[in-house]
Every structure is written in structure tokens, then in C-alpha cells.
């Protein structure tokens, strides 16, 4: 399966709080941190509620 390389490049800080736990859930603790998951429906989701707070690239 595909994967994603996420970092987080804008603070939580003023964020709702459904935004900040799809940012841990997607293991995402701090500025500039990078995880790479796997390419699925529900990270998709995660990421569609987070998308102007980290920067996504497909890994092949």
C-alpha cells in the first residue's frame, strides 16, 4: 500500500480541539515533526480536517 510523508508546518495553537487529536492520532506532536503513514480512507479523512496545518507527499 502507498504511503505519506506528513510534517506538520503550522502551529496547533488556536485550533479546535477535534483538530488538535487528528493531529495526535495521526502521531503529530510538534512543529516540523514528520511520520509517514499509510495510505488509507480514514488517514485521508484526518488529514482532509487538517489539511492548512501540514504538508502531505506521497511516497511511493
Known sequence: MAKLRITQVISKNGET????ANLRALGLRRMHQTV?????PITLGQLEKVHHLVKVEEID
Open 17 to 20: 480541539r477535534r483538530q488538535i
Open 36 to 40: 509517514e503513514v499509510e495510505k488509507t
